[in-house]
């Protein structure tokens, strides 16, 4: 017999109840009384022991270095104007209990661990919550969004959405560490973006999320530099160019080309032909296709990454206005797909995750591009994004100054992760460098800062194929 419905959202808004609300001048003297009381007994102490060193001092220095660590890490808390919610009080009690009951058993030191760690998890910040069922509302406003290649990454899974009051614009971002990070610029009516932000980062202070934004636009930058509606001062920082083809003016004409010419050639020579899918109406037997070549990917098929630039749950069929481009080989197998996801109403066509299997012809990529811009122009749109260019500077300079250099060596940590040069040299064929994109950052918490944007990109996630499920 099945029971009453469980209301899972009721459950999620009783644990995350604020009952304190540390942002006012008050919880911060008392933060930074009860801080300096705690330091001043610590002193005492060390004092009495320097007075009296035959005293036995060390249970109470023990317990007043616990005291001072909890009072430290709840003080930082209310500075960063994190509220308590009933689960961070409860499970902060627990802590606490189980650090008397450590004492007790005579496990000291792991008590006070606890008892110092209390203070960690009662102040430990509150996180956004995903909203599947606001994507039709987003898809409505990339559809209206024109000139912004990183529109449809808005709908990726896991994001959560600030709306204007009117519902007519919004952006896309995901907390972690206490960071508030935004991906992208901001969707819809533009009208509204201005409001939009200064809504957005007053929700956010009320939670105690610090602002990050990762690419942001040349144009968009004025939006995240207002201190006084941010409450907090963000610092523009270059990573990179738009790829974006003019479609209406592109052609392959010229010895810039050339190099493209020469792998689109080669793939008509091995009888590579192409065709266009809408992933949404995909048969069976075409995502069967098409799911093995992502298990046969040197991308990879079990798990997704990234935040900012792509969306996830390829071949599921969940993102309205995705559209493949396959290329099939003279016997018909599939060798290799683009993702495409459109915005503007298709006047602006961006490319998501290139698909090739291991052993594929070469200029696979090259011809599914260049096709796909063919397809383009024939469907009137206006731009195909290809990709995104970080930090092309680097990569062109041929004399790289030692700043440069310890730049580069890092990039090329990452190459098990992205190739971040290899992507560069071929994006380069198209001559199609666009506008800077910007990452918005705080520099006095650029070290957790950095941390956070990077598991944000890179944290695996389980991906979920058609095949696994059948």
């Known amino acids: 017999m099945n029971g009453p419905p469980v209301d899972i959202s009721l459950g999620l808004r009783v644990r995350e109840h604020v009952v ?8 911060r003297f008392v933060a930074a009384a009860a801080l300096f009381g705690a330091a001043c007994w610590l002193i005492v102490i060390l004092a009495h022991r320097h007075v009296q060193p035959d005293w036995h001092y060390a249970a109470r220095l023990g317990w007043s270095l616990t005291i001072l660590a909890a009072v430290a890490l709840i003080a930082r808390g209310i500075f960063l104007g994190r509220p308590v919610t009933t689960m961070h009080a409860v499970v902060a009690a627990l802590f606490v209990l189980g650090g008397f ?11 006070g661990l606890l008892i110092a760690s209390s203070g960690l998890v009662l102040m430990w910040p509150t996180a956004s919550h995903s909203r599947p069922e606001d994507l039709l509302r987003v898809w ?73 934004v990762v690419g942001c636009g040349e144009g968009r930058i004025g939006l995240w530099t207002n201190r006084a509606a941010l409450r907090q001062s963000l610092r523009a ?9 003019d479609v209406p003016d592109f052609d392959m004409v010229g010895r810039e080309y050339r190099n493209l010419r020469q792998a689109v050639q080669r793939t008509h020579n091995a009888g590579i032909t192409t065709e266009m899918v809408t992933e949404q109406e995909l048969d069976a037997a075409q995502l069967a296709e098409l799911t093995d070549v992502v298990r046969a990917s040197p991308s990879g098929a079990h798990t997704d990454r990234g ?23 003279a016997a018909g197998q599939v060798q290799g797909f683009h993702r495409y996801a459109t915005a503007g109403g298709g006047s602006d066509i961006t490319l998501d995750v290139p698909w090739r299997r291991s052993g594929a012809p070469n200029g696979i990529d090259e011809r599914l591009s260049v096709d796909m811009i063919a397809v383009a122009k024939n469907a009137g749109a206006q731009r195909v994004s290809l990709s995104f260019a970080a930090f092309p500077e680097i990569f062109d300079e041929k004399r790289r100054g030692r700043l440069q250099r310890v730049f580069y060596r890092l990039i090329h940590v990452l190459d098990p992760l992205i190739a971040l040069e290899s992507l560069y040299r071929y994006v380069r064929k198209f001559h199609a460098l666009d506008t800077r994109r910007y990452a918005l950052v705080s520099m006095t918490q650029l070290v957790p800062l950095v941390f956070a ?18």
């Open 237 to 245: 920082v270059p990573i990179g160019r738009d790829v974006v083809v």
């Open 140 to 212: 409505s406003l990339i559809d209206a969004t024109e000139d912004d290649p990183l529109a449809p990454f808005a709908m990726q899974t896991g994001k959560s959405y600030h709306f204007s009051p009117a519902g007519t614009a919004a952006l896309a971002y995901r907390t972690r560490m206490g960071f508030a990070v935004v991906g992208g610029d901001p969707i819809g009516d533009e009208a509204q973006f201005p409001g939009l932000v200064t809504d957005f980062a007053t929700m956010c202070h009320a939670h105690g999320w610090r602002i990050a």
């Open 101 to 111: 009951g450590s004492h007790v058993l005579g496990f000291d030191l792991f008590g």
């Open 20 to 27: 304190v609300q540390v942002d006012s001048i008050a919880a």
């Open 307 to 329: 935040f900012y630039m792509n969306l996830d749950g390829v071949l599921e069929g969940r993102f309205p206005g995705i559209q493949l481009i396959v290329a099939r080989d």
């Open 453 to 470: 944007l990077l598991t944000l990109e890179f944290m695996p996630r389980r991906r979920r194929l058609w095949a696994s499920t059948h």
